[in-house]
């Protein structure tokens, strides 16, 4: 009897909690306040306020409910998912080489933006060079030099994002990581956004 009522009582409070608990959270929206979600380099407060209102625009990208700061128009926008941007993620097998060289490489998307990027730890003990490429449709190809670090400590690389030209599947990315300054060096580990299927 003490049991089916402890069970009971446990019901209730669930039962309680739970609408209480979502009603807390609030909506999730596609108009919530975007402000930080730009490039790094943006600056300025968002271009739709967490309301939903935008205020009247201006051409100059001035609103009136601004008070006369002016805010850059968005040239597009972001994609909503759950409570985030949703970032779209194609990665290819972690890798390991003998010398200690350990890499994972993936094409990433979000919105409307493409790039790649690759996880790294190196267990060399050696500084090395490492070119990330991004390829896409067209013979596209984007390059990025990245310097590892002799620490044994995890690090990544990127591209610059570019906007998505074609089908995404079409993008591929690949790491190399070298021996030494520069690509000089004798190749250790080459890891790839395709899964090997």
């Known amino acids: 009897?003490?049991?089916?009522?402890?069970?009971?009582?446990?019901?209730?409070?669930?039962?309680?909690?739970?609408?209480?608990?979502?009603?807390?959270?609030?909506?999730?929206?596609?108009?919530?306040?975007l402000g930080n979600l730009g490039d790094p380099g943006?600056?300025?407060?968002?271009?739709?306020?967490a309301s939903g209102h935008?205020?009247?625009r201006h051409d100059d990208g001035?609103?009136?409910?601004?008070?006369?700061?002016?805010?850059?128009?968005?040239?597009r926008s972001p994609l909503l998912l759950g409570l985030g941007l949703a970032t779209a993620a194609r990665c290819g097998p972690e890798l390991s080489s003998p010398d200690?060289?350990?890499a994972q490489t993936c094409v990433l998307t979000q919105g409307e933006d493409t790039w790649a990027r690759t996880y790294y730890r190196n267990a060399t003990g050696d500084e090395?060079?490492?070119?990330?490429?991004?390829?896409?449709?067209?013979?596209?190809?984007?390059?990025?030099?990245?310097?590892v670090g002799a620490e044994d400590d995890p690090g990544a690389c990127e591209t610059p994002?570019?906007?998505?030209?074609?089908?995404?599947?079409?993008?591929?990315?690949?790491?190399?990581?070298a021996k030494g300054a520069g690509?000089?060096?004798?190749?250790?580990l080459r890891s790839g956004s395709n899964s090997g299927q």
Do not use: H, I
């Open 62 to 75: 001035r609103r009136d409910d601004d008070k006369g700061a002016v805010t850059p128009a968005p040239t």
């Open 54 to 56: 935008d205020g009247d």
């Open 100 to 102: 200690g060289v350990e």
């Open 161 to 177: 994002r570019e906007r998505t030209t074609g089908d995404v599947g079409a993008y591929t990315a690949v790491a190399e990581f």
């Open 42 to 49: 943006d600056a300025g407060p968002a271009a739709v306020r």
């Open 183 to 188: 690509s000089r060096g004798p190749l250790l």
């Open 1 to 33: 009897m003490n049991l089916r009522l402890l069970a009971l009582a446990g019901v209730v409070a669930v039962t309680v909690a739970l609408p209480l608990a979502v009603a807390s959270a609030g909506p999730v929206s596609d108009l919530g306040d």
């Open 128 to 147: 090395l060079s490492s070119v990330l490429s991004l390829m896409g449709p067209g013979g596209r190809t984007v390059q990025m030099n990245c310097a």
